[in-house]
């Protein structure tokens, strides 16, 4: 099975900052990554795909990159409602899937 | 994209079954795949297994494979995951989520269902 790790595991940060994620495979995974979202107590936000594509509807503050095995998600100034935790999830073994622990971004 | 409805919260004993449903709107169903992922008080997320329901075709994460069953009714649009022997450990918030048959992302997740295991 593939296994996803994330650093850093939280964050302390301020609105207009700009802040790294960044997301590792335990192999290679072609780009076969995506990025959720999540508030406490609600479902998880599906925000980016394919490493770098943003879903419909997700401000182009969001932005991802990588390859390989590492992987990153950015937010270019940070907004309030941008504090959440946020996790990755490797496809490329599609069916089978796993995520990374996340990352909790916090004020 | 629509929503999926899932079911009311649950209280079950140690070593009972659970069975929550998932209904998505439509006809999406047979276009679409169906994950189930767990997150217990304070954890991560965790994937425990996905159906799709054109092809009737269920795999799971290891971890759960002995335990977990997940099925789909096309008549009625539901998607099901029926997990047995729990332990206080599977205590958890439950959510389906949408994904592409070929595709292995989540675009469209349900509300979550909380399930309490304690005697």
């Known amino acids: 099975d593939i296994q996803m790790t994330q650093s850093p595991s939280s964050l302390s940060a301020s609105v207009g900052d700009r802040i790294t994620i960044t997301c590792r495979a335990s192999?290679?995974?072609?780009?076969?990554v995506a990025w959720y979202q999540q508030k406490p107590g609600k479902a998880p936000r599906f925000l980016l795909f394919a490493g770098s594509r943003l879903e419909s509807g997700v401000p182009s503050r969001f932005s991802g990159g990588g390859s390989g095995t590492d992987y990153t998600l950015t937010i270019t100034g940070l907004q309030p409602e941008d504090f959440a935790t946020y996790y990755c999830?490797?496809?490329?073994?599609?069916?089978?899937?796993?995520f990374g622990p996340g990352t909790k971004v916090e004020i | 994209q629509g929503q999926l409805v899932q079911s009311a919260a649950e209280v079950k004993k140690p070593g009972s079954s659970v069975k929550i449903s998932c209904k998505a709107p439509?006809?999406?169903?047979?276009?679409?795949?169906f994950s189930w992922v767990r997150q217990a008080p304070g954890q991560g997320l965790e994937w425990m297994g996905r159906?799709?329901?054109?092809?009737?075709?269920?795999k799971y994460a290891q971890k759960f494979q002995a335990r977990v069953t997940i099925s789909a009714d096309k008549s009625t649009s539901t998607v099901y995951m029926e997990l047995n022997g729990l332990r206080s450990d599977d205590t958890a918030l439950y959510f389906c989520?949408?994904?592409?048959?070929?595709?292995?992302?989540?675009?469209?997740w349900g509300q979550g269902t909380t399930v309490v295991v304690s005697s």
């Open positions: 192999q290679e995974i072609r780009n076969a």
């Open positions: 159906i799709t329901p054109s092809f009737d075709i269920a």
């Open positions: 989520a949408r994904g592409g048959i070929m595709v292995g992302y989540m675009d469209v």
């Open positions: 999830q490797q496809y490329f073994s599609t069916p089978i899937f796993s």
């Open positions: 439509g006809d999406t169903l047979t276009s679409h795949a």
